[in-house]
């Protein structure tokens, strides 16, 4: 019986594997090694690597890996971003490495730790998309012409004022003439799109304080690796760059979606809560589609300056250091 599906390849995939055997370590050997020790004493015996028995494993399934991932990315080339992973990974059950790397391919995102990262969490692989991941599939969406994602720094020149006409009401202009450190700390990161039409999106801005509400509220992974004290989640680990991605995250209530895009974004939600990640295919999903154009709608509201109301943040301008006075902090939602 043929599968029509990816979602359907992927069940069998990660179905026909031996139920005793319990990661990809394991499974890479045929279960001759039965710990990682083990398995980099075969591995060196053998002249090769950990990372390069369980790739081999992993060929078996290039076939997949062509089907699901977009012809401008090469099989080989994804592997290779693999490849590099893998050392981390050997430990993960193959059910979910291979679940995962599927996903992974599925949005065309190579797992390079810019555009998505498989990230370990006990025995389970999971798939996150990065920002740079989202920047990616906006662009693909075909409606949005330019993405941008910023932090403000303490000493930096910015302004906002959204009841102002775009693009007049959000200026940014780091202070690159002086160190990183006198640039000061983070105090704001920020999201906007210019959209192929030529209008601007709203602008996205989050305080710190945003930022860690939002970790709190929503990642269930932040939740897991407090409460395990190995405090090795992506908000303990790369707190600026998870502090970026909601910033951009929150931009699909205020640009056009596609149906792929909404499928992301439910992806890393269900990674985040320690759920399967199911494999998508969107142009088959009548109801990722109907999401994407109610998400179009808003955002093509979202430029009338009626429908904004939210508070402004003060303007700030460039000082003498000496009298430079602290902005007070604000918000956009």
């Known amino acids: 019986m043929s599968l029509s599906t990816l979602k359907d390849r992927v069940r069998a995939a990660t179905t026909e594997q031996p139920a005793a055997v319990a990661t990809v370590s394991a499974l890479a050997e045929d279960a001759k090694a039965s710990t990682p020790e083990q398995l980099h004493t075969s591995a060196q015996a053998e002249g090769g690597d950990i990372a390069d028995v369980a790739l081999a494993w992993l060929e078996r399934y290039r076939n997949e890996f062509t089907r699901a991932l977009p012809s401008h990315i090469d099989t080989a080339a994804f592997l290779a971003a693999v490849r590099a992973a893998l050392p981390g990974l050997i430990n993960c059950t193959p059910a979910s490495l291979l ?13 390079d730790g810019r555009h998505a990262v498989i990230k370990r969490e006990g025995k389970t692989a999971v798939f996150v998309p990065m920002a740079q991941g989202y920047v990616e599939l906006m662009y693909r969406s ?13 000493a930096d020149e910015w302004v906002y004022e959204p009841t102002a006409p775009a693009p007049l009401d959000f200026t940014h202009k780091p202070a690159l003439t002086v160190s990183k450190k006198d640039r000061g700390p983070v105090i704001l990161a920020y999201a906007f ?6 209008a601007r999106s709203q602008v996205v801005i989050l305080t710190r304080e945003d930022a860690e509400e939002i970790r709190d509220e929503y990642s269930s992974a932040y939740r897991r690796a407090q409460d395990s004290g190995a405090n090795d989640s992506f908000w303990h680990t790369d707190f600026n760059k998870m502090w970026a991605k909601s910033a951009l995250r929150r931009l699909h209530k205020v640009v056009p979606m596609s149906a792929e895009l909404v499928a992301l974004l439910k992806a890393d939600e269900a990674g985040d809560a320690g759920q399967v990640q199911i494999v998508h295919a969107p142009a088959e999903d009548a109801h990722l589609q109907a999401e994407a154009d109610e998400a179009h709608e808003r955002a093509e509201e979202s430029q009338d300056p009626k429908e904004t109301r939210t508070r402004p943040l003060p303007r700030k301008r460039s000082q003498p250091r000496r009298t430079t006075r602290k902005s007070r902090k604000g918000t956009c939602r």
Not at 142 to 154: Q, W
Not at 193 to 198: D, E, Q, T
């Open 99 to 111: 679940q995962s790397l599927l996903t992974c391919a599925r949005f065309g995102l190579i797992p």
């Open 142 to 154: 075909g409606r949005v012409g330019s993405v941008h994602v910023g932090m403000i720094h303490e």
């Open 193 to 198: 799109c210019w959209m192929a039409s030529g």
